[in-house]
């Protein structure tokens, strides 16, 4: 048994279970190479169930007895999140409904709601002068997207002899275009059909084929790409204009400013407050370092 806080036992399968949950989160994000870090995540893992279990200590402590009028209205609102009761038991990974124990877990969620509102309140109501700076702040999280007009040569597959035909003819016409000739004239010349687009118009990232725009917002204003594929085919592009990402208007991004300052002032009542309880906590960890990487 390696975690007890406060004389409650911690199962060592949830301490491998949150484990492998951080192991593949880090994996997944950053790529983490085998086990080099496993120490580091076994130590976040325990830190994680240490504040859960003090958290969940604390509030039955303040609220021993929750209504069941609260715990239903609690459970409805999850079921109803999760699109139905059958797809909210298998989220929590329960395949046979089993009632009493789901009650129990959102009597949990229920005391912790109670607790934190009391150590919210009461929360401030911002001055003028206290959103601004939150904004200042925090500006790049109320930017426009930068946005790029492009203009494109393309040639399919399609009823070609060879890829490499294709390819040529593509080069030449980039040649022409560093030369000086007209975009807009040898575009309509390799026209494919005549529903294709040439200019294809403002656009902003996640709005096309993430090859093309890889290439297009590397681009410079009236720079001619180089001769690239996609699943449509061959490409030459050049970009015709192009707004930068700037910050929106403080009037316009108020209610969001507001609704982030109230959150970071949650923050740190929450992470005060989990402070002190690990302060008067006793915690013992009989397997300090974990488990060894084992291949």
């Known amino acids: 048994m390696a975690l007890i806080i406060n004389g409650e036992h911690i199962d060592d399968e949830i ?34 169930l240490t504040s859960r279990a003090l958290l969940g200590q604390e509030s039955r402590k303040r609220y021993p007895e929750v209504s069941d009028a609260d715990v239903t ?49 009461p929360e401030p109501e911002p001055t003028e002068a206290e959103l601004r700076a939150c904004y200042e702040a925090n500006l790049k999280h109320y930017m426009t997207e930068e946005e790029i007009k492009a203009s494109h040569i393309t040639k399919s597959l399609q009823g070609a002899t060879s890829r490499k035909e294709i390819y040529q003819t593509m080069r030449d016409v980039r040649s022409q275009l560093l030369a000086g000739a007209d975009f807009a004239k040898l575009a309509e010349e390799h026209r494919n059909a005549e529903q294709q687009q040439i200019d294809l118009g403002w656009f902003k990232r996640g709005e096309f084929m993430e090859e093309f725009e890889t290439i297009a917002f590397s681009m410079g204003e009236g720079e001619i790409s180089p001769v690239f594929t996609t699943q449509l085919g061959f490409h030459v592009c050049t970009v015709t204009g192009r707004r930068p990402s700037v910050a929106l208007p403080f009037e316009d991004v108020k209610s969001e400013v507001r609704n982030r300052f109230i959150e970071e002032y949650r923050d740190k009542k929450f992470n005060a407050f989990l402070e002190e309880l690990k302060a008067t906590a006793k915690v013992e960890d009989t397997d300090p370092e974990g488990h060894n990487c084992g291949h």
């Open 73 to 121: 209205a609690r459970l409805t609102k999850l079921i109803d999140e999760a699109g139905g009761e059958t797809q909210f038991y298998m989220n929590i990974g329960m395949p046979m409904k089993d009632e009493t124990v789901v009650r129990e877990n959102v009597a949990g969620g229920v005391r912790l709601d109670k607790m934190l509102q009391e150590i919210y309140a």
């Open 15 to 48: 301490i491998e279970a949150e484990f492998r949950h951080i192991k593949g989160h880090y994996e997944r994000t950053l790529q983490v190479a085998c086990c080099e870090r496993d120490p580091e995540f076994r130590g976040i893992a325990k830190d994680n």
